[in-house]
């Protein structure tokens, strides 16, 4: 079986948009078992200063540890699976 590759998720405690993308990568989990394919690390932007200040105004945002691409909100469920595939 191939490597998953890390799809760091970047979110901070309280975030309502944040717990929208988590139930999106849920349902999407749900319907095509993402996690065959990766592994979704949440990743608090609270913990790390320079990521606070990087994605502070932008959260939530998902990036693939691989490719360094990220996605960044808003984003539809279908924009999340063309990016994931």
Same mark, same amino acid.
């Given at each position: =079986? &191939?490597? @998953?590759? $890390?799809?760091?998720f970047y979110?901070?405690?309280?975030?309502h948009l944040c717990e929208q993308v988590e #139930? =999106?990568?849920?349902a999407l989990n749900q319907q095509k078992n993402l996690a065959a394919r990766f592994d979704i690390i #949440?990743? *608090?932007i609270i913990d790390d $200063? @320079?990521?606070l200040e990087q994605y502070r105004t932008t959260i939530p945002v998902l990036k693939n #540890?691989?490719?360094?691409? $990220?996605l960044? +909100? &808003?984003f539809s469920f $279908?924009? !999340? *699976?063309? +990016? !994931?595939?």
């Open positions: =079986m &191939p490597n @998953k590759q $890390e799809i760091i979110t901070t405690f309280g975030c #139930a =999106m990568i849920f #949440a990743y *608090d $200063e @320079k990521i #540890a691989v490719t360094q691409k $990220e960044f +909100w &808003p $279908e924009e !999340l *699976d063309q +990016w !994931l595939t």
